[in-house]
């Protein structure tokens, strides 16, 4: 599959069949984060990969609620799929020069771990894996489950497994909406 397919095809999957997926697959889609770019390669990220199901139970347990008050459907793709990955970040490193902040936007971290995220959820599409990207939950609560140190953030998870569903594409925005040409505004 090439790029363009794979993130054109890549969809966000909250159903998941049982069985498991094999620790090659999963160290595939590991390296595949690994090798995204970071702020002066400082590579920031850490993976945690739960397959337990108590470990999994305890996460579901931390995304929010929705709005009108129903059960995040993450919630459900984290306790059923064979794996869930949890990426963190070391904080202080990433957007950092001689210590100190070297843009506006302050800690980069978010921005690296995305972009290796980003490559771990296009590797496990490629392999006929699905995945969605989950933020809506208590950090501190995953950190507490998962023992993770002070000087480490939570940024993402995600469910990993074989899809048990097929969404549909999302629309997307033309790009002469969301594209000017030398000056904002500009088309």
Same mark, same amino acid.
């Given at each position: 599959m090439d790029? !363009?397919?794979?993130?054109?095809?890549?969809?966000?999957?909250?159903k998941y069949k049982p069985d498991p997926v094999p620790d090659e697959a999963v160290n595939t889609v590991l390296e595949a984060a690994r090798w995204a770019p970071s702020w002066s390669n400082t590579q920031c990220w850490q993976f945690i990969v739960v397959r337990d199901p108590e470990g999994k139970r305890e996460l579901a347990g931390t995304l929010k609620r929705l709005a009108h008050g129903?059960?995040?459907?993450? @919630? @459900? $793709?984290?306790?059923e799929?064979?794996?869930?990955?949890?990426?963190?970040?070391?904080l202080g490193k990433s957007g950092y020069y001689k210590g100190e +902040? $070297?843009?506006?936007?302050g800690d980069?971290? !978010?921005?690296?771990?995305a972009l290796a995220m980003q490559n771990l959820t296009l590797a496990a599409h @490629? !392999?006929? &894996?699905g995945t969605v990207h989950v933020g809506l939950f208590e950090a501190k609560d995953v $950190?507490?489950? &998962?023992?993770?140190?002070?000087g480490v953030a939570v940024v993402? !998870?995600?469910? &990993?497994?074989?899809?048990?569903?097929? +969404?549909? @594409?999302?629309?997307?925005k033309d790009l002469a909406d969301i594209v000017f040409q030398g000056k904002y505004g500009k088309k």
């Open positions: 790029v !363009m397919q794979a993130i054109k095809g890549r969809r966000s999957i909250r129903a059960e995040n459907p993450a @919630a @459900a $793709a984290i306790r799929a064979p794996a869930v990955i949890v990426s963190c970040a070391e +902040p $070297a843009t506006d936007k980069w971290f !978010m921005f690296d771990v @490629a !392999m006929g &894996l $950190a507490s489950i &998962l023992e993770i140190p002070e993402d !998870m995600t469910p &990993l497994g074989y899809p048990d569903e097929t +969404p549909g @594409a999302i629309p997307r």
